[in-house]
């Protein structure tokens, strides 16, 4: 199987107010599973990151070892990269894309009563509404992904999805556009989505230094118990993107209530599929039994309980 990455991981904005520390770590945790367990050749891998001091030439994946050639998340080289490098390159003929975003992003309400459109941040926007030109709706991602892009996308989104551009609506809308969502197409192409959080949420970073979706997002990945189901009258584990997207939803509450137990905040993240996912039971592994390490039962009994013995 053929498969290809995308990840983007944006901390170093231009805007002071704007800059993030967990962004780009994610992004480099993600492709460096992506060429270890998700099986992604190092050629096909496209790393766009800018840490907090500025996108280098070259990104080091710490687990693999492997390092390779980075180029800075600006709106230019994305769409250069969705529009002309992956067309020329056939990725429409591999099997599966894995294409990730960590970064800054929010929601844009297109028209009245439709569902908003998340857009993403890219590395030059530094003020809205003046570069309201720079940011990228959704439609411009998925669009290009469903035309020239492998039969089968998985998408992580980990940016929040508030409101910040209800003062920028006008200028904003004429750039972004119409979401148009995704879709199984005529061509049979199934793109399945996976947001950090749900509509008019913020997507929090951990006091480590990573992203709490990132970091739940991971572990399903690399097969946690958790995130995985048994396939019928066989000894193999699968791991579904329905499963994955559970499990992420269930860690990222659990760490969250953790995370701000001392405080006063009241702080909502809830990780969701996108709602027109045509193809949530779609298997991202199959999983030998003796990977899968061993799981403690709780049991709890009460006073009173009748066991039946023999």
Same mark, same amino acid.
């Given at each position: 199987?053929?498969?290809?990455?995308?990840?983007?991981?944006?901390?170093?904005?231009?805007?002071?107010?704007?800059?993030?520390?967990?962004?780009?770590?994610?992004?480099?945790?993600?492709?460096?599973?992506?060429?270890?367990?998700?099986?992604?050749?190092?050629?096909?891998?496209?790393?766009?990151?800018?840490?907090?001091?500025?996108?280098?030439?070259?990104?080091? =994946?710490? !687990?693999? /070892?492997?390092?390779?050639?980075?180029?800075?998340? +600006?709106?230019?080289?994305?769409?250069? #990269?969705? $529009?002309?490098?992956?067309?020329?390159?056939?990725?429409?003929?591999?099997?599966?894309?894995?294409?990730?975003?960590?970064?800054?992003?929010?929601?844009?309400?297109?028209?009245?009563?439709?569902?908003?459109?998340?857009?993403?941040?890219?590395?030059?926007?530094?003020?809205?509404?003046?570069?309201?030109?720079?940011?990228?709706?959704?439609?411009?991602?998925?669009?290009?992904?469903?035309?020239?892009?492998?039969?089968?996308?998985?998408?992580?989104?980990?940016?929040?999805?508030?409101?910040?551009?209800?003062?920028?609506?006008?200028?904003?809308?004429?750039?972004?556009?119409?979401?148009?969502?995704?879709? =199984?197409? !005529?061509? /049979?192409?199934?793109?399945?989505?996976?947001?950090? +959080?749900?509509?008019?949420?913020?997507? #929090?970073? $951990?006091?480590?230094?990573?992203?709490?979706?990132?970091?739940?997002?991971?572990?399903?990945?690399?097969?946690?118990?958790?995130?995985?189901?048994?396939?019928?009258?066989?000894?193999?584990?699968?791991?579904?993107?329905?499963?994955?997207?559970?499990?992420?939803?269930?860690?990222?509450?659990?760490?969250?209530?953790?995370?701000?137990?001392?405080?006063?905040?009241?702080?909502?993240?809830?990780?969701?599929?996108?709602?027109?996912?045509?193809?949530?039971?779609?298997?991202?592994?199959?999983?030998?039994?003796?990977?899968?390490?061993?799981?403690?039962?709780?049991?709890?009994?009460?006073?009173?309980?009748?066991?039946?013995?023999?």
């Amino acid at each position: 199987m053929t498969c290809h990455c995308i990840a983007i991981g944006i901390d170093a904005y231009k805007s002071p107010a704007w800059k993030l520390g967990a962004c780009a770590a994610d992004a480099i945790r993600f492709a460096d599973w992506a060429i270890g367990s998700g099986g992604v050749d190092p050629s096909n891998l496209r790393m766009m990151v800018a840490p907090p001091g500025g996108a280098p030439a070259k990104v080091d =994946l710490p !687990d693999s /070892g492997v390092r390779v050639a980075n180029v800075a998340p +600006t709106r230019k080289a994305i769409m250069a #990269l969705l $529009l002309t490098e992956i067309r020329k390159r056939n990725w429409g003929a591999s099997d599966r894309l894995y294409f990730y975003f960590a970064g800054h992003g929010c929601s844009h309400e297109w028209a009245r009563g439709q569902r908003p459109e998340p857009v993403l941040f890219p590395l030059d926007v530094k003020e809205l509404p003046i570069d309201s030109n720079l940011l990228l709706g959704f439609e411009d991602i998925l669009s290009p992904l469903r035309a020239y892009g492998p039969r089968n996308q998985l998408i992580f989104i980990d940016a929040c999805r508030d409101f910040a551009l209800a003062d920028y609506a006008s200028t904003a809308g004429a750039s972004v556009g119409r979401y148009l969502r995704p879709v =199984l197409d !005529d061509a /049979g192409c199934a793109q399945n989505i996976l947001y950090a +959080t749900a509509p008019g949420e913020r997507s #929090l970073e $951990l006091g480590s230094g990573y992203g709490v979706f990132a970091t739940a997002l991971l572990e399903g990945l690399n097969g946690h118990p958790a995130a995985l189901q048994r396939l019928a009258g066989q000894t193999d584990y699968q791991l579904t993107f329905a499963r994955l997207a559970a499990y992420v939803r269930k860690m990222v509450e659990t760490r969250i209530r953790r995370f701000l137990l001392d405080t006063p905040y009241r702080y909502v993240q809830a990780p969701e599929i996108d709602p027109d996912a045509r193809q949530p039971e779609f298997e991202i592994a199959t999983i030998d039994a003796a990977r899968v390490p061993p799981q403690p039962l709780h049991v709890r009994v009460t006073p009173g309980d009748k066991i039946n013995e023999g």
